[in-house]
């Protein structure tokens, strides 16, 4: 069983219709005790990480869900926001800290080229930077669908690819159990949903 987590934002539904459509179970929750018994966690998201952190606290969920993934190396899946609620902070209205699972900060895109607007949204290419279950059987470079106005700036032996919006962006990590992609897979067609299935298969 694969567990959504629920901490009030997301397009949960759209996460877990992919998870279903690539023939596995899944369960969305709040609940700790039933994230507790899912082999892989999904943590999806849509908003700001204050709010993203401030909701997964008062859910009770910040411990546990440590517990988990720390402790007992269950394989997690960010996106989105919560790609970038792995990380240790933020600079989003504020700082403010994260799950730290992963090293580095997520900064506000701040591309040189004015043409270029903010929030990043569309389809993007991504570029491998390294070896990642996540992308076997994916052609480099494969087109992603992003919606962001912040990137997680981390190391290169975390960042596992990347997309171009004036500069390079890192678009995906892997450290041991826990990923993230920037990009929405459950948005993104054939390519998204083999990575999806890639992480509910091999990680």
């Known amino acids: 069983m694969i567990g959504i987590i629920d901490y009030g934002l997301g397009n949960l539904r759209s996460v877990l219709g992919a998870v279903e459509k690539l023939g596995f179970s899944g369960t969305i929750s709040s609940d700790a005790a039933v994230l507790g018994t899912a082999d892989k966690l999904i943590l999806p998201g849509v908003g700001a990480f204050g709010d993203g952190m401030k909701n997964l606290a008062s859910r009770n969920l910040i411990e546990p869900l440590g517990r988990m993934v720390q402790q007992d190396r269950k394989p997690i899946l960010g996106i989105c926001l919560g790609f970038q609620l792995l990380s240790q902070q933020s ?45 076997d059987d994916v052609p480099d470079p494969a087109l992603f669908y992003f919606v ?52 509910l298969e091999r990680a």
């Open 91 to 135: 600079e989003e209205f504020g700082n403010h800290a994260g799950l730290g699972w992963i090293p580095g900060a997520v900064r506000r895109i701040r591309p040189e080229d004015p043409a270029l607007r903010v929030p990043h949204v569309g389809w993007n290419d991504f570029h491998r930077t390294r070896d990642c279950i996540l992308f």
């Open 148 to 199: 962001h106005s912040y990137y997680l700036d981390t190391d290169a032996e975390t960042s596992v690819g990347t997309c171009t919006y004036g500069t390079p962006l890192c678009a995906a990590v892997q450290r041991g159990n826990v990923f993230g992609t920037q990009f929405h897979p459950e948005k993104s067609q054939r390519h998204g949903l083999k990575v999806l299935q890639n992480f």
